[in-house]
């Protein structure tokens, strides 16, 4: 690990980690992080690939926030500690909890909550006069009818307590909500909290997607990255994809700055990152809804390939408490595309990309799948499903969309009959 810190220039600070996520998708924020902080983990189960970036780490019999909080208490009884960082959906806000209790930047638990719970993120904004979609809350499949009634159909149906796109669904009238209001009614995430009205219903904005990175120092917002979405396997809202350009207009265009400032005074929200996700209707802006972490999906490492900012350090130094450095020294355009199986329930013999196929402006092509998976495109593998990816960096859309084409074209895969890879 690097010796060269924000802090003491021969120890660097202590940073704690509550829960690792995997690696495939945050690894390259271990590896940047650890350059100038020392990491302690906090999970359920010891290190293993996060071993080399570590400097620490305690193993917790589960990751709520009374465990976390006491074995971070012992951690800073040791030594001093400098933040806490999460970018585990289910668990931000058991580090906001930990960060709390040690009197550190984060700390603000009902800010977290506002985000984790959709029906709050609603509440919070509609207090405050943000542009959303019309939303109500019911408890069971008689309240959304009546709710899409008034509201007026499609509409979508959401969890108040998942992620990653579990459980939402588009329905078009009353036959295809009673059909599929159990599907986001029964989604959840790990340790999220159960309500007796858990499911949101919500006005259908047909308008482009984004998304929007932003950390956020002393309650200034500095978006970093917009992210122009690509979704599928309607009704359904799976992401497949996501284009990156360094200099998107959108990063100085007025009316999404002023309502992404808006959404974090809204929430409250104050010091850490943020993922926030707009439909641009010809309304102007609309938040469809805000995630108190990283993105996912490889997003901020798009971002640094092209921009050549550093998302880990960033993030790192606003839970410590200090501005980030967010300048550009690059403008390129980076994406990525997923692959999934055909069918639910494919057995996989072999996943592999022809690298002679592939365009030289993809800059990774990785195989998810094993051999023996057992993998179902969405609903049923709504991102789990996923058997492959790639990435591409380019100075132009076209060109990095030419590129995913590519790996898209040099995609082989082999499938097994049931019950075995032959």
Partial sequence: MGTHAPGDAERPELLLLIGPGMQLFREYLFRSISTRYRLHLLNTAGPTWETPYLSGHSVVADMGAETLTAAAQKVAAEEPVAGVLSWDEARILSAAHVAAALGLPGGEVDAVERCRDKFLTRGALAGAGVPQPAFQLVADVHEALAAAD???????????????????????????????????????????????????????LDAPEISVDAVVHRGEVTPLYVVRKQTGFPPYFEETGHLLDGGDPLLA??????????????????????????????????????????????????????????????????????????????????????????????VIESVSFDEDALAPSVSSAVVVARPGDVVSPPPKGITFGRIAFATALADGADKCRAALDSAERALRVRTAPAGGTG
């Fill in 150 to 204: 008034r509201i007026g159909y499609p509409v979508v149906l959401k969890p108040r307590n998942a992620a990653a796109s579990y459980g939402v669904v588009l329905v078009a009238g009353p036959a295809e909500l009673a059909d599929r209001f159990p599907f986001s009614h029964e989604a959840t995430v790990p340790d999220a909290p159960r309500h007796e009205s858990a499911v949101l219903v919500e006005e259908y």
């Fill in 253 to 346: 265009d007025r009316s999404l700055l002023t309502a992404l400032r808006d959404t974090h005074r809204a929430l409250g929200y104050r010091d850490g990152w943020t993922h926030t996700e707009f439909k641009l209707t010809t309304d102007g802006p609309k938040v469809i809804e805000v995630n108190g972490r990283l993105g996912g999906d490889l997003i901020p490492h798009l971002g640094a390939l092209a921009t050549g900012t550093d998302p880990g350090l960033a993030a790192a130094a606003v839970a410590c408490g200090r501005p980030p450095r967010t300048a550009r020294s690059r403008t390129l355009v980076a994406g990525i595309r997923f692959f999934y199986p055909e069918a639910d329930d494919t």
